[in-house]
C-alpha cells in the first residue's frame, strides 16, 4: 500500500504525512530529504548545481539510506549522518537547484521505488503521484496560500535563522517558480489526486479527512 503527499513548501505535508503514517502504522518517506541530501554534498564537494558531468559522478558513488531514530529518521549519506545539515535556506534552494536535474532526479528515481516496494509507506514529495508511484494506492496534493506557507514556515525556522518573514516568502516564491517550471517531473497535482487546500484547516482536520479517503479508497 502506497499513499502519496505532493505539494509546495510550506504546505504542511511533513507533519501531515508523518501523523497520517503514525495513524496508519506505515513507514514514513521525505523525499526532500534525498534531494537535500545531494545538495549538501555537492556543496560539500564545490559541485555547481548546473554541472551535470560532476553531479553523475556524486551520484555514481553516493549512498543515502534513511536510519531510525526513535519517532524519526535520520539520512545517512556515504556513512555520514548528514540530517543537521541539511535544512538551511541555502540547502533548501541548492536542493530545487539539484531537483532540476535530470541525472539526479533518474539515480532518486530507482532509490524511492526500492524503498516503495519494501513496506506499506507514506511518501512525501512534488512527483509521487504524478512520477514516482503513479499507480500509488492513495495520492493527495496538499496546498495553502503563499502567505500561509511563508509564515508557517517563518515559525518554523525563525529560532535558528536570521531570515525576515519577507525572506521566507521570497525564497519559497523562487522555489516554487524553480518546481514547478522545470521539464522534468515538474510540482504538480497527479490527475487523480485527491487536492486538499489547508489554509483554513488544523493538522488534525487535514489528517482525518485523508483517513476518510483512504478508508472509502
Ligand atoms: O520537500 P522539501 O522542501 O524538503 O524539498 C526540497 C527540494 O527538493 C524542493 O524544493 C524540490 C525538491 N524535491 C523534488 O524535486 N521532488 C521531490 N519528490 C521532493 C523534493
Redesign the pocket.
Known amino acids: 500500500m502506497i499513499v502519496t503527499i505532493?505539494g509546495p513548501?510550506g504546505a504542511g505535508?511533513?507533519t501531515v504525512s508523518r501523523l497520517l503514517a503514525d495513524r496508519l502504522g506505515y513507514t514514513y518517506v521525505?523525499?526532500?530529504?534525498?534531494?537535500?541530501g545531494i545538495?549538501y554534498m555537492a556543496r560539500q564537494k564545490g559541485i555547481a548545481p548546473e554541472d551535470d558531468e560532476a553531479l553523475a559522478a556524486l551520484c555514481a558513488d553516493l549512498n543515502l539510506a534513511f536510519v531510525a531514530d526513535g519517532a524519526g529518521h535520520r539520512l545517512i549519506a556515504n556513512g555520514i549522518d548528514v540530517t543537521d545539515h541539511?535544512?538551511t535556506p541555502e540547502i533548501?534552494?541548492l536542493?530545487?537547484a539539484?531537483?532540476?536535474r535530470p541525472i539526479v532526479?533518474d539515480f532518486?528515481l530507482d532509490i524511492?521505488r526500492a524503498m516503495g516496494r519494501r513496506k506499506a509507506a507514506v511518501?512525501?514529495?512534488?512527483?509521487?503521484g504524478t512520477v514516482?508511484f503513479p499507480e500509488a494506492d492513495v495520492k493527495f496534493f496538499l496546498d495553502a496560500s503563499a502567505q500561509t506557507r511563508a509564515q508557517r514556515r517563518y515559525k518554523e525556522i525563525a529560532h535558528r535563522t536570521a531570515q525576515s518573514l519577507a525572506d521566507v516568502q521570497r525564497d519559497m516564491a523562487r522555489?516554487?517558480a524553480?518546481?514547478q517550471s522545470?521539464a522534468v517531473?515538474p510540482?504538480k497535482p497527479a490527475p487523480d489526486a485527491i487536492c486538499i487546500d489547508s489554509s483554513a484547516l488544523t493538522i488534525e482536520a487535514v489528517v482525518t479527512q485523508m483517513l476518510d479517503h483512504i478508508e472509502n479508497a
Not at 521525505?30 to 537535500?36: F, H, N
Open positions: 505532493d513548501a505535508k511533513t521525505d523525499t526532500g530529504a534525498l534531494y537535500r545538495a541539511i535544512r533548501s534552494m536542493a530545487s539539484v531537483s532540476a532526479r532518486l524511492q511518501f512525501e514529495g512534488r512527483d509521487m514516482v522555489r516554487d524553480n518546481d522545470r517531473a510540482l
